[in-house]
């Protein structure tokens, strides 16, 4: 009961995605199983110490969890205990204090340029609708940066092709709008009357199935897996490694950081800023490869 009033409280109070409230919910869960020695029925919410957190988390340490797996959890947790406080249930949290390892900043993945511009100039038939569909799908996260979900959600109403622009709404409801250019302004045109044609327009979404419906989640990580399978050599295929190679390439191309934080819909510069250890890495490896002077001598 108490995980699902907090669940409502990040739906409702907060307006946590419904994702978001799920995944923290789950992390709580977890914790209580492992405080009451699964028997959540048995907890008693008031007595919980910053010593019951710290064997918690040393718990799931040992289990070889990653520290930025860790990190999250205890942000969820923490989160719980904020709302046990709102409540009157408890008087402090007892995981303020709590220090944790800080997590390495991984490296994103990301396609380079010409295997991207390879796979989105592949031919299709452009009276298949499906097939228009996910090329245009393609070619918007990759022109646009968008999240998944952000594509997923993008309306109709707000994609311009006049004023080459759309309108995304991102995490916590943040509204941005990025530009865009001729070749997806005439492919949406394209697919729109395509869309029409087959009597597919009953939804408000820009991107729908032949019944009318939204794409899903899982749809549209299938449609980039597909189309990345064979045709680029990226370590993951997925839609956020098209969000990556957007960023990438922009910085490649001379963009302004600030720029690209701005159409990434990152809160901070410190979140865009590894994309620039991916422009030195790229730039350190053309050096190396390309200087007569860059390696030692039979080396």
Same mark, same amino acid.
């Given at each position: 009961? #108490?995980?699902?009033?907090?669940?409502k409280? #990040?739906?409702?109070e907060?307006?946590?995605?419904?994702?978001?409230?799920?995944?923290?919910?789950?992390?709580?869960?977890?914790?209580?199983d492992?405080?009451?020695a699964?028997?959540?029925?048995? =907890?008693?919410?008031?007595?919980?110490? +910053?010593?019951?957190? *710290? =064997?918690?988390?040393?718990?799931?340490?040992?289990?070889?969890?990653?520290?930025r797996?860790i990190?999250?959890?205890?942000?969820?947790?923490?989160?719980?205990?904020?709302?046990?406080m709102?409540?009157?249930r408890?008087?402090?949290?007892p995981?303020?204090?709590?220090?944790?390892?800080? +997590?390495?900043?991984?490296?994103?993945?990301?396609?380079?340029q010409?295997?991207?511009?390879?796979?989105?100039?592949?031919?299709?038939? @452009?009276m298949?609708?499906?097939?228009?569909?996910?090329?245009?799908?393609?070619?918007?996260? $990759?022109? @646009?940066?968008?999240?998944?979900?952000?594509?997923?959600?993008?309306?109709?109403?707000?994609v311009?092709t *006049?004023?080459?622009?759309?309108?995304?709404?991102?995490?916590?409801d943040?509204?941005?709008v990025? +530009?865009?250019g001729d070749? =997806?302004?005439?492919?949406?045109?394209a697919?729109?009357?395509?869309?029409h044609?087959i009597?597919?327009?009953?939804?408000?979404? #820009?991107?729908?199935?032949?019944?009318?419906?939204? #794409?899903?989640?899982?749809?549209?990580?299938?449609?980039?897996?597909?189309?990345?399978?064979?045709?680029?050599?990226?370590?993951?295929?997925?839609?956020?490694v098209?969000?990556?190679?957007?960023?990438?390439d922009?910085?490649?191309?001379?963009?302004d950081?600030?720029?690209?934080?701005?159409?990434?819909?990152?809160?901070?510069?410190?979140?865009?800023?590894? $994309? @620039?250890?991916?422009?030195?890495?790229?730039?350190?490896?053309?050096?190396?490869?390309?200087?007569?002077r860059?390696?030692?001598k039979?080396?």
């Amino acid at each position: 009961m #108490l995980v699902s009033d907090f669940k409502k409280y #990040l739906l409702n109070e907060l307006n946590r995605s419904t994702l978001t409230a799920e995944a923290y919910a789950a992390d709580v869960e977890q914790w209580i199983d492992y405080t009451t020695a699964g028997k959540s029925d048995t =907890l008693s919410i008031d007595t919980i110490s +910053p010593e019951d957190v *710290r =064997l918690w988390v040393a718990s799931l340490s040992q289990a070889g969890m990653s520290a930025r797996s860790i990190r999250r959890k205890v942000q969820s947790v923490r989160a719980f205990f904020r709302y046990m406080m709102v409540t009157g249930r408890m008087a402090t949290n007892p995981a303020v204090g709590l220090k944790l390892a800080r +997590p390495a900043k991984d490296i994103p993945v990301f396609v380079p340029q010409a295997e991207t511009a390879a796979m989105l100039d592949n031919e299709i038939d @452009t009276m298949d609708f499906d097939q228009v569909r996910d090329h245009l799908l393609l070619l918007t996260l $990759y022109s @646009t940066g968008m999240r998944s979900a952000e594509a997923m959600n993008l309306l109709d109403r707000d994609v311009d092709t *006049r004023k080459r622009q759309l309108r995304v709404v991102g995490k916590r409801d943040k509204e941005r709008v990025i +530009p865009f250019g001729d070749e =997806l302004a005439e492919q949406v045109e394209a697919y729109r009357a395509l869309r029409h044609e087959i009597g597919a327009d009953g939804s408000d979404r #820009l991107f729908v199935r032949r019944n009318g419906k939204p #794409l899903y989640r899982k749809m549209i990580y299938n449609v980039v897996h597909s189309a990345m399978a064979g045709q680029v050599h990226a370590a993951r295929k997925s839609p956020h490694v098209l969000r990556h190679s957007f960023a990438t390439d922009m910085l490649n191309n001379g963009a302004d950081l600030n720029a690209v934080k701005s159409l990434l819909g990152h809160a901070s510069l410190s979140s865009t800023q590894i $994309y @620039t250890h991916v422009t030195f890495s790229d730039l350190q490896h053309n050096y190396q490869q390309a200087h007569p002077r860059a390696l030692k001598k039979g080396g």
